[in-house]
């Protein structure tokens, strides 16, 4: 389970920690791993959790127009403008929302895409062969999600 992954690292790196530190996960499930941060977090520590909606091939070239959702668990709002301010000039689009929010949202939208990319992996048509512009958009779900990681399933 990665929530106790996560726990045995931050108590090995625990001195590391410092006040002007924001400790940033990149956790798949917000709401179970930010209670565990905070227990073994020092409490000058910062935490952040993010979530970048794009992988490496979709952007390969930029960042721009490309979503990241941040989620303030234990972060001062002057802290949380500089980590905005430090993505913007990228050209992403920064949603904040909170763990919960996060969970649900990945629940109902990447899990849905991943499943349907996947389940219509075997039908995909041999190249030259025609098809229908529905068939196409279906197309365009199931090569991405097929390079993409197995983890959340």
Do not use: W
């Not at 949202?105 to 048509?125: D, E, K």
Request: aromatic share 6%.
């Amino acid at each position: 389970m990665r929530v106790k992954s996560s726990e045995k690292y931050e108590q090995r790196n625990r001195n590391l920690s410092q006040p002007q530190l924001i400790r940033g996960s990149c956790l798949r499930c917000k709401r179970r791993a930010h209670p565990v941060d905070e227990q073994i977090l020092p409490k000058h520590e910062s935490i952040l959790g993010t979530h970048p909606l794009f992988g490496p091939d979709s952007a390969r070239n930029n960042l721009k127009r490309k979503n990241i959702i941040i989620c303030p668990v234990r972060i001062s709002e002057s802290k949380l403008d500089k980590i905005s301010n430090l993505l913007s000039p990228y050209g992403l689009n920064i949603i904040v929302m909170s763990p919960t929010e996060h969970d649900k949202l990945m629940a109902s939208t990447l899990f849905v895409t991943q499943f349907t990319g996947r389940g219509l992996n075997p039908y995909r048509l041999k190249e030259g062969l025609p098809r229908t512009e529905n068939f196409i958009k279906l197309e365009q779900v199931i090569v991405p999600v097929t390079t993409a990681t197995l983890n959340f399933l």
